[in-house]
């Protein structure tokens, strides 16, 4: 059973800066991929950036590429969303999400991931 618990989130100005992070339980945290995803009002849950459990690659989605930085400290189980340049249309619920397999095809998918956290919202005013 693992347990993952989101915090970081706010509200924020366009062009402003919020990080999130990830909390999670489970002795072999370092091999799972974990990964961001969030929902806005209205709208599906999409994939926002995944991390590798083995080599710690990183894939990001085509909308936040170049503003936000996904990052995992192994030492905390702990994994980061760092969010740059925020813009209104990112407001969403973001979640995290473990996928204790942590590598192979299939990582922007929420199936992917049998692990979920609550959720933290993200408000960006214009």
């Known amino acids: 059973q693992v347990q993952l618990v989101e915090s970081g989130g706010g509200l924020v100005q366009a062009g402003g800066s919020l990080r999130l992070s990830c909390a999670a339980s489970g002795r072999t945290f370092s091999s799972y991929r974990m990964a961001w995803f969030r929902q806005g009002p209205g709208k599906e849950r999409e994939f926002v950036s995944a991390?590798?459990?083995?080599?710690?690659?990183?894939i990001y989605a085509d909308s936040v590429k170049g503003r936000f930085t996904i990052s995992r400290d192994n030492a905390k189980n702990t994994v980061y969303l760092q969010m740059n340049n925020l813009k209104p249309e990112d407001t969403a619920t973001y979640y995290c999400a473990a996928d204790l397999v942590g590598y192979g095809l299939g990582a922007a998918f929420p199936s992917r991931y049998g692990y979920w956290g609550q959720g933290t919202q993200v408000t960006v005013s214009s």
């Open positions: 991390i590798n459990g083995r080599t710690g690659s990183t």
